[in-house]
């Protein structure tokens, strides 16, 4: 009999254990891909397209492959023909076509930065030398990188075979518009006409890059039995296999990933870029072959977020009420068609309840790379335009922004504008800590300062996951899962069989599996890791626990299972008699097989990630520099297993939703390649830029979690622009229409309004 | 019987109607009774033999992965709608 | 290719002879030559301080040194920050005080932190900001590393 444990008290949940990796990380022994090194090893680079659309009309690699030192010059020649075929690598589809396309560009390039040749050599120096002596003759054609202008007729066409798809239904002519959406609830015609008060901006964003600080890097090594062996830094070994399987055209059997210690991905390390190229190269130079991106190729040719333009229009009663909302959103795709707009869309209205409503999406091609996800992707740029409307309608009637929240925050039972109704959710509940908290207690004084809060949403998402526990002599266990851990959730995970268990986070050793070593695991992504594969070592644990009762009624108290008891703390209880998990674990041991346990689990609903920031800003009106003086940041976690990550969690993706908010940006010339390909000049949020980030935690119980846990990782990023934005107005009395609000912006804007005042 | 909410986007096919009520114990027959009743509406929702890339179902407000195979019990409310990941 | 030159250095206390060709910088020297692979490459141009190393008692960016330039110098790295079994109190700081998610960054953190204390121990929280600012941190929002380094100051103090 197994007894329930998810009593809110815990014993291992809510502590704050050191890493498991810890060591490791801070002694420099931890192995990151571009730490990898293989006897023989080549080191590879890619050629990448000058320019940011084109037609390839001929490469020479003759020179390149006359380079001493030189082993492999490959093409897309080289590259297998895929064909038109859509690949569903779990968290989504996509056409092959056009993921090969990306690795390697076929008969056009897309965007600056798009890789067309790729060199293995004995050095990276010979391999860039020989790289660039490689002849690429180009086409040049008219390029495309505002959002607005590639969905006109007349726009440059990035590819002549992509037909708008509606909902299965595809445009007669072919257009940069890969999708279009479309969602509607209630009446909007009779929501509009019952509002005392209606509000509506146009906003645009422009693209943002995740901004890991370790570069994309790959090993592969296409071993004599055929099988291709691949060190990688990405999210989802499992992904990154059957992406490369398939651009290879080889057996998904015949690879296998090992992810290794992994610095940031954030969204941006979930499609391949060079798992393929170091495959063929090694393929072809029967050596190992490892890429590492530069610092400007991570720029130019992977990750950003999509630019945006949006425009929004919110409708509410004099009394507060919000009764309609109608959204019209267009997204950058990039090269090829990207996937943020659906999100877009349903995150526009998700943190109200909001009777009647229409949203449009465009997932649109430009001459951008690729888009990827990014942290709660497609959510961040609706939130700004949503959240200050919700702001713009409390000033128009004198309500404070906080109440207007509270009156119509979304909650269990509020239908989503594509139909399904939430669960328990814990958006009031984060409100109410806003309201009881310091920092909104806290007065605010001095000329041009302000405070702004903003509210956010993620989904959260499940997918698959597995777990399989081992038993050791001394009752320690191992925990091997499949989860990239970019941020301690080894130690999340390991806290929670702990818990299960009755053991401590250090009795468990947890390890994260290449494919051949562990069961099918999704993504480290949609905020599901601690959630989705903490379920698994909890599932996991479970099922160690029913052999250990079987066997103990066996082999230790000679009686039927049902005789025996498993108690909260973990131990197990027959007529008075007590043993602990260890206890019973090493008896087990001497007497019988070993004892080993696993776990596969699905979960499919979204665990709903809701939080809510505030942020005192001070504006520099000589210069239009925002400092942030103060900020605090909210949300459910459901259970925080180890509050130090989540605040953690809060913390990084409240900063990077800071720098999105007043300066990151791509900035491109006027022949649409990118101008800021560094660090230097793509200004990332330094430690010198920020105050300390409070964090306060809720904890309303997710119930599709034993122990309640929601993923906390990607809403922080959500609110930070809005919030700032909202900020900066009451400071100002300037409403910010675009992203970012960087000096320039900010100080034209008030120039401007001063000099119309 | 199910109660089954057309996408906004297929309201074409279905002369403006937001939902109807048929007969059916897995997704797949929603998916048949859909397209007797609204013919052309099967294709914008599948794909072969499966529910096209990019959609999921929402069974009562809950999510699931099974696609057409999933099962429904009278009384539930099915959507279909967009998927999502995350970073 | 230029021939290559004969480095004689002192890396984390330890006498160390090289071979380097004259383009290579002290990070290529350290990762691929010596297999130190603590140091990181984040931007390979200054800018994100991943690689930081101790050259003669000042943190420096080990991409924009190079190899040869460390001939009788002193350099210390992220490998050589631990005394034997024991961290340092600035690596003990950083995970009690979890000032590490993805641990990219954190090789080079720990080296300018270290170079930091050692000057400064009693490092209020905006010198703090101001000598850390050339270390890129993507995942924490530098509240937890800001925290860890005034902690090991601390313990800096209250150990000697």
């Not at chain 1, 030192?69 to 690598?89: E, F, Y």
């Not at chain 1, 605010?444 to 597995?466: M, N, Q, T, V, Y």
């Not at chain 1, 908010?661 to 660090?679: C, I, M, P, Q, R």
Request: aromatic share 6%; with cysteine.
């Amino acid at each position: 009999m197994i007894k329930n444990n998810g009593n809110g008290e815990y014993r291992v949940l809510g502590t704050r254990p050191v890493r498991h990796d810890g060591a490791d990380k801070v002694t420099g022994k931890a192995v990151y891909t571009a730490d990898v090194q293989l006897p023989g090893m080549l080191r590879g680079f890619i050629l990448r397209s000058p320019i940011a659309h084109g037609l390839i009309k001929s490469i020479d690699t003759s020179a390149a492959k006359a380079t001493p030192g030189v082993h492999a010059v490959i093409t897309s020649a080289d590259m297998p023909d895929v064909g038109d075929k859509i690949a569903d690598l779990g968290e989504g589809a996509v056409n092959l076509k056009y993921l090969s396309g990306n690795v390697l560009a076929q008969d056009k390039v897309l965007y600056k930065g798009h890789a067309v040749a790729a060199v293995a050599a004995v050095d990276i120096h010979v391999a860039e030398e020989a790289a660039n002596k490689i002849i690429v003759e180009y086409e040049e054609l008219p390029s495309v990188t505002w959002v607005l202008d590639a969905m006109q007729d007349d726009a440059p066409l990035l590819h002549d075979d992509l037909h708008t798809d509606s909902m299965g239904a595809k445009s007669e002519n072919p257009s940069n518009i890969c999708t279009h959406m479309h969602f509607e609830k209630g009446n909007i015609e009779d929501g509009f006409a019952q509002c005392d008060v209606v509000v509506e901006r146009e906003f645009k964003t422009a693209s943002v890059h995740q901004g890991y600080i370790e570069p994309h890097a790959s090993v592969g090594d296409w071993n004599e039995d055929g099988r291709l062996r691949i060190w990688t830094a990405t999210q989802g070994s499992f992904s990154a296999r059957q992406q490369t399987a398939e651009i290879l055209q080889i057996p998904i059997g015949d690879v296998v990933v090992t992810p290794c210690e992994i610095g940031g991905g954030f969204g941006g390390k979930i499609a391949v870029y060079l798992e393929p190229l170091v495959g063929m190269l090694s393929k072809v130079s029967g050596r190992p072959v490892k890429i590492s991106m530069t610092r400007a190729d991570v720029f130019e040719a992977t990750g950003p977020t999509p630019g945006s333009y949006m425009k929004v229009k919110i409708g509410a009663t004099n009394d507060g009420k919000l009764i309609a909302g109608e959204a019209w959103l267009a997204y950058d795709a990039g090269g090829y068609p990207g996937g943020m707009i659906g999100p877009g869309c349903m995150c526009v209205f998700s943190c109200y309840d909001i009777e009647h409503a229409v949203v449009d999406g465009y997932d649109v091609c430009l001459n951008k790379p690729n888009t990827q996800a990014y942290r709660a992707p497609g959510a961040t740029q609706v939130a700004f335009a949503t959240e200050q409307l919700v702001d713009e309608i409390a000033k128009q009637i004198g309500m404070c922004p906080l109440e207007i929240r509270q009156l119509n925050a979304a909650k269990e039972g509020t239908v989503r504008v594509d139909g399904p109704k939430y669960p328990p959710v814990g958006l009031v509940e984060c409100l109410e800590a806003l309201e009881e908290s310091d920092h909104w207690k806290s007065s605010l004084d001095g000329p041009l300062r302000g405070r702004g809060i903003a509210a956010g949403f993620w989904f959260g998402c499940g997918l698959k996951s597995c777990a399989t526990v081992t038993v050791n002599h001394d009752g320690t266990v191992n925990l091997l899962e499949g989860s990239t851990d970019i941020g301690g959730s080894r130690t999340s995970l390991a806290m929670q069989l702990a818990e299960v268990l009755g053991i401590t986070s250090d009795d468990v050793n947890p390890m994260v599996g290449d494919t051949d070593s562990v069961g099918y695991t999704d993504v480290t992504g949609g905020s599901r890791v601690t959630f989705a594969t903490g379920l698994a070592a909890y599932t996991a644990g479970r099922d160690l626990q029913t052999q250990m009762i079987s066997r103990a009624a066996e082999e230790v108290w000679d009686c039927s299972p049902d005789e025996v008891t498993l108690e909260n703390d973990g131990s197990f209880t027959h007529n008075g008699e007590s043993k602990t998990f260890k206890e019973l674990a090493s008896q087990l041991f001497k007497h019988g097989e070993p004892l080993v346990a696993r776990a596969a689990v699905s979960p499919e609903n979204p665990t709903n990630g809701f939080g809510v920031h505030v942020a005192d800003v001070e504006v520099d009106p000589e210069t239009g520099k925002v400092t942030v003086l103060r900020y605090t940041t909210i949300q459910d976690a459901g259970k925080a297993v180890h509050p130090s990550y989540v605040e953690g969690q809060l913390q990084g993706g409240t900063v990077q939703g800071i720098g999105w908010a007043l300066n990151e940006e791509y900035f491109y010339h006027d022949n649409d390649t990118v101008a800021n390909a560094s660090f230097l000049d793509y200004r990332m949020p330094t430690m010198l830029d920020l105050p300390m980030i409070d964090t306060i935690i809720v904890e309303a119980a997710n119930p599709d979690h034993p122990y309640g846990v929601r993923g906390v990782g990607e809403t922080p990023i959500v609110p930070p622009p809005a919030a700032l934005a909202n900020a900066i107005y009451n400071a100002t009395g300037t409403r910010m229409e675009q992203l970012p609000m960087s000096p320039p912006v900010l100080w034209k804007q008030l120039q401007s309004e001063s000099a119309e005042a | 019987m199910v109660t089954v909410f057309i996408p906004a986007q297929l309201k074409e096919l279905t002369g403006g109607i937001t939902s109807v009520e048929v007969e059916a114990s897995n997704i797949r027959q929603v998916v048949e009774r859909l397209e007797q009743l609204f013919p052309g509406i099967q294709q914008r929702l599948c794909d072969g033999d499966d529910l096209r890339s990019g959609l999921q179902v929402s069974i009562d407000s809950v999510m699931t992965s099974r696609g057409l195979i999933a099962k429904v019990q009278p009384g539930n409310e099915i959507h279909f709608v967009p998927a999502f990941g995350g970073g | 290719m230029a021939n290559k030159r004969h480095v004689s250095t002192t890396i984390n206390g330890e006498p160390k002879e090289f071979l380097c060709a004259p383009h290579e910088s002290l990070l290529e020297v350290l990762r691929d030559n010596l297999g130190l692979t603590g140091s990181k490459e984040g931007c390979n141009n200054g800018n994100c301080g991943a690689c930081t190393v101790i050259l003669n008692g000042r943190p420096v960016d080990s991409c924009l040194v190079l190899g040869v330039e460390v001939e009788d110098a002193e350099v210390e790295t992220v490998e050589g920050i631990a005394d034997r079994n024991e961290l340092h109190p600035v690596q003990e700081c950083f995970l009690e005080g979890a000032a590490l998610q993805c641990g990219i960054c954190t090789p080079g953190f720990l080296v300018a932190s270290k170079a930091l204390l050692e000057k400064t121990p009693d490092a209020c929280e905006h010198t703090i900001r101001y000598n850390l600012a050339g270390n890129l941190c993507r995942c924490t929002g530098y509240d937890k590393i800001v925290r860890a380094v005034q902690d090991a100051g601390k313990r800096m103090a209250e150990s000697n």
